[in-house]
């Protein structure tokens, strides 16, 4: 179908819970494919609902929305399914729907494979997922890292108090490399790789440590290669990706993968 324009009244930031530059940059993932009217979309920690919306104005899409809570959603009429994704899996059927958008959650949950493959189970064959967390590896955060031992956006949790943690806290820091490589070990195909916006003082640090990083990593890639046997033509791109412009200044990491076509499905029954 011929995508559309997003009206410029609609404003993500009367929903506040994702930024307007994470739900462009997750749309211009979407984009880069035609598709059929109606498809099917399930975005995962909908909060507010703007992506929702959203696409729905660009694309047309049906919508499905689940989060820990159903008191966050501001779409008039849609309905939310109540996940705890810390123990539950999806409450949908294998191979339902053409997108999944998974957007500022997977730092927030235990168990982040384990959601990557239900994700994977609930697509359909060619489906796209699209998945956005804090970038770790900018360089704010990794001076941020080297001087506190916290990323960015990441730092000291209280103990047994996991509603402050489950709703509002990040507990799971991932970099782009093992999301990636979660993605792939569920059997995602066709990654990409963007961000939502460059980080103003990350741009500061790069000039004083572009040459030390790429010197330090150029020899620490070639032992791992040839002394540990870590690195392979399938990883080796990813690991070149850690210290990319892209990751070294990006504020969120967005990655779009696809599931394959012609994979053997199970029969379609609802999650347990």
């Avoid at 009244?9 to 930024?19: N, P, W, Y």
């Avoid at 399938?234 to 412009?245: M, Q, R």
Wanted: charged share 20%.
């Amino acid at each position: 179908m011929e995508n559309k324009k997003v009206p410029k009244e609609l404003k993500v930031q009367r929903f506040g819970l994702s930024t307007p530059a994470i739900a462009a940059a997750v749309l211009r993932m979407v984009r880069d494919r035609q598709w059929e009217p109606n498809a099917k979309h399930l975005d995962i920690g909908s909060g507010g609902g703007e992506l929702i919306e959203m696409s729905r104005q660009e694309f047309g899409f049906q919508s499905w929305a689940c989060d820990y809570t159903d008191k966050l959603m501001q779409v008039a009429g849609q309905k939310v399914e109540i996940v705890d994704l810390n123990h539950d899996p999806l409450p949908y059927e294998t191979g339902s729907f053409d997108l999944v958008t998974f957007t500022e959650v997977i730092e927030h949950i235990e168990h982040c494979r384990r959601s990557i493959r239900e994700i994977y189970r609930v697509l359909k064959q060619g489906g796209l997922v699209v998945v956005t967390t804090p970038n770790i590896l900018n360089l704010k955060s990794r001076m941020r890292y080297l001087c506190f031992g916290f990323h960015n956006l990441f730092g000291p949790l209280h103990v047994h108090e996991s509603a402050i943690y489950n709703s509002d806290g990040h507990i799971n820091p991932i970099s782009y490399f093992y999301l990636a490589h979660a993605l792939l070990d569920a059997n995602f195909t066709a990654l990409k790789l963007g961000v939502d916006k460059l980080q103003r003082s990350s741009i500061g640090l790069l000039f004083p440590l572009w040459m030390p990083i790429k010197l330090a990593a150029f020899f620490m890639q070639r032992t791992e290669r040839l002394k540990f046997k870590t690195i392979d033509e399938i990883n080796e791109p990813l690991v070149k990706a850690i210290n990319s412009k892209e990751i070294l200044l990006g504020r969120t990491i967005v990655v779009a993968a696809s599931k394959p076509k012609g994979v053997v499905l199970p029969a379609a029954t609802s999650a347990q």
